[in-house]
Nanobody
Framework: QVQLVESGGGLVQPGGSLRLSCAAS????????MSWYRQAPGKQRELVAT???????NYEGSVKGRFTISRDNDKNTVYLQMNMLNPEDTAVYYC????????????WGQGTQVTVSS
């Protein structure tokens, strides 16, 4: 059974930091590209950051320089360090795992709420 379990969300003041974690089980984690998505109320889900199985990283424009994605293949965990948070970062953050070879698989976590408010 595949599980992606996010943790680390919560309420933080503007300018603060949070670190999200996503622990994966039931997959060969090292073969997966891992991503963080977010969905704000009334908006579509958007890609925040991706780290491929080879370690290549991409960020959505508004988080560049503030967020850092990383992975620990020994712990089957992907992280999202979020700094300089602002109210526009408020959303449910979802972990996504995607493998394209030798077969395509994609899995989602249940999401963790991040609220940035004073």
């Amino acid at each position: 059974q595949v599980q992606l379990v996010e943790s680390g969300g919560g309420l933080v003041q503007p300018g603060g930091s949070l670190r999200l974690s996503c622990a994966a089980s039931g997959i060969i984690f090292s073969l997966y590209s891992m991503s963080w998505y977010r969905q704000a109320p009334g908006k579509q889900r958007e890609l925040v950051a991706t780290i491929t199985s080879g370690g290549r990283i991409n960020y959505e424009g508004s988080v560049k320089g503030r967020f850092t994605i990383s992975r620990d293949n020994d712990k089957n965990t992907v992280y999202l360090q979020m700094n300089m948070l602002n109210p526009e970062d408020t959303a449910v953050y979802y972990c996504n795992g995607h493998q394209t070879w030798p077969r395509e698989y994609e899995y989602w976590g249940q999401g963790t709420q991040v609220t940035v408010s004073s």
